[in-house]
């Protein structure tokens, strides 16, 4: 025990009251603005689907601390968060939502697809499994011209079983490109257990297949979520 002990305070990173500030506030400003997105849409003034990020802030957080500004990320439909986190100005996200110009899109993309150039943030993909080759080829691009940007490529554990992301991971570890892929596994993906549609449980196991380097990290922490990004991030450059 004693040993163990001393194993996990060697371990330990110590973080600035500003850095647990600026987590705190990046969480709670998600939190409430969807609470405010899921009383508008139950009182269905806002339409089509409404895909909310509560429950997965902490992800968000340790994103933004660790990666940089320059760095791209593309993400699925439950985006609201991440698009926030960023630095999409929220009152442009809500509008989004209500289908109004002054959204971040102009009101074109509603829930499902923000997109942001300036924050280098590529969506919000409605169709499920099509943001990982987008995130591929985005890493791709910046692999062609240099630099030493990555790209963030996000999905849940019900995209898991796509092709897209089998062909995504291979041509990732075989052309070596910058791309970081996040499973956000909330378990039930929009309803259907992981264990009723996979073999294969631990999804970070998956990478192993084309001898990626994987690990499974608490979603609920944004220091583990900080600190498993800053590790990533550094090895890809």
Known sequence: MTEL??????????????????????????????ERALMAYGQQKIRGFCHVYIGQEAIAAGITSAIRPEDAVATAYRQHGLGIARGIPTNECMAELFGKETGVVNGKGGSMHFFSKEKRFFGGNGIVGAQIPIGTGIALAEQYKGTDNLCVTMFG??????????ES???????????????????????TSVKRTSNVHDLYKIGAAFDMPSEPVDGMSPEAVHEALEKAAAHIR
């Open 5 to 34: 002990v001393k194993k996990k305070k060697k371990k330990e990173v110590e973080y600035s009251k500003e850095t647990y500030l600026g987590w705190y506030e990046v969480m709670l400003r998600i939190r409430r603005f969807e």
């Open 169 to 191: 991971f291979n041509m990732a570890m075989t052309w070596k490109l910058p791309v970081l892929y996040i499973c956000e596994n909330n378990g039930y993906a929009m309803g």
């Open 157 to 166: 554990d019900g995209a898991a079983r796509q092709g897209a992301l089998y």
